[in-house]
């Protein structure tokens, strides 16, 4: 069964200290994700990496950080933790598309969500 | 644990025309969403519901509480509606996902 697999479902930091979360799946996909969730805003994309120590910024990487330096881990770093950074953060993975060009749409896997509290 | 289960799972529909996707759970829960994922894998959050209908563009969403279900409509379908189409719901035990619904609008 294939896995995309969060470090912590609950997570409680204070404000100031550095955060890792990690994710790490089992599938060999290029594409790793880390979004972040709130509510009334949805889904919102913080990083992405698309290789081994490649990387992208989303839409909201302000105070954050990633790491990949394995294919199969995707670390996600609050330097210095904030309580704006209270969230439901979820990790995902896909296929590069250009991999299997008998798949029309590259299906994405999910982590189950780290749901962060920054006091 | 909750159990969610999207219809269909694949769909293959013409230009113009009125598409549903329908999510169940089986547990209650805070918020459902609907999640649009394109090839190359980015995902698109939609909607976010926890009661009643929503509206954007040719987009539509409504979910019953008591039912435990919710729809996913696209009027007037165009293939760049083609995409894979994912619920969640997000309950105590944090998010869990559907397995999506392969749709693809042909010309």
């Known amino acids: 069964d294939v896995k995309v697999t969060q470090s912590s479902r609950y997570l409680v930091k204070r404000t100031g200290e550095k955060v890792f979360l990690e994710c790490v799946q089992d599938m060999d996909h290029e594409n790793m994700f880390w979004y972040r969730q709130d509510p009334g805003l949805g889904l919102r994309l913080i990083y992405f990496?698309?290789?081994?120590?490649?990387?992208e910024k989303g839409d909201i990487p302000e105070g954050y950080s990633v790491s990949r330096e394995k294919k199969e881990r995707f670390s996600l770093i609050l330097e210095s933790a904030s309580t704006n950074q209270t969230s439901m953060y979820l990790c995902?993975?896909?296929?590069?598309?250009?991999?299997?060009?008998?798949?029309?749409?590259?299906?994405?896997?999910f982590g189950q969500g780290t749901r962060l509290t920054v006091v | 644990k909750n159990e969610v289960e999207q219809s269909p799972q694949n769909l293959t529909a013409q230009e113009g025309e009125f598409i549903t996707i329908n999510c169940s759970y089986s547990?209650?829960?805070?918020?459902l969403h609907w999640l649009q994922q394109h090839p190359g894998g980015g995902i698109v959050s939609l909607f976010m519901?926890?009661?009643g209908k929503k509206k954007h563009g040719r987009l539509i969403a409504t979910i019953n509480i008591q039912e435990k279900h919710s729809s996913l409509h696209i009027t007037a379908s165009h293939p760049r509606d083609s995409a894979v189409y994912i619920c969640?719901?997000?309950?105590?035990?944090?998010?869990?996902f559907g397995k999506g619904t392969h749709l693809i609008i042909q010309p």
């Open positions: 547990v209650g829960i805070s918020a």
């Open positions: 969640a719901v997000e309950g105590a035990d944090g998010l869990t």
């Open positions: 519901l926890s009661s």
């Open positions: 990496s698309y290789d081994v120590k490649m990387k």
């Open positions: 995902a993975s896909s296929l590069y598309p250009g991999r299997d060009p008998g798949k029309l749409n590259t299906e994405a896997f």
